[in-house]
């Protein structure tokens, strides 16, 4: 059974950190690009940040470059993302996906329809 938990979230101050998780079973995480979503509400679901598999390449939405970190540990089946500085506008649901990189080759799957299997998510909510 495929499973995708992320874990990590909260409430935080502005200025805060966070950092999710993303625990992966079920598949390999190895033949996966993972990518880094949120939703905030009356919003479009909208990609953060991914990460290739074999050479652990990273995309960043513009708005979170030199903000938010991406990683993984294929060992743990686990993938990272990183939140410094966060903000009141950074409040949603974050999710983590994972997308076949292999079909991709050097490109990076940037569109929700591009992932085959989603977590549940986990609120980040920033407010003083």
């Known amino acids: 059974q495929v499973q995708l938990v992320e874990s990590g979230g909260g409430l935080v101050q502005p200025g805060s950190s966070l950092r999710l998780s993303c625990k992966t079973s079920?598949?390999?995480?190895?033949?996966?690009?993972i990518g880094w979503f949120r939703q905030a509400p009356g919003k479009e679901r909208e990609l953060l940040s991914c990460?290739?598999?074999?050479?652990?390449?990273?995309y960043y939405a513009d708005s979170m470059k030199g903000r938010f970190s991406i990683s993984r540990d294929n060992a743990r089946n686990t993938a990272y993302l990183q939140m410094n500085s966060l903000k009141p506008e950074d409040t949603a649901l974050y999710y983590c996906?994972?997308?076949?990189?292999?079909?991709?080759?050097?490109?990076?799957?940037?569109?929700?329809?591009?992932?085959?299997?989603w977590g549940q998510g986990t609120q980040v909510t920033v407010d003083s």
């Open positions: 996906a994972a997308a076949w990189d292999t079909y991709y080759g050097d490109s990076y799957p940037i569109r929700t329809d591009q992932y085959d299997y």
């Open positions: 079920g598949f390999i995480l190895d033949y996966y690009a």
């Open positions: 990460i290739k598999t074999k050479d652990r390449s990273t």
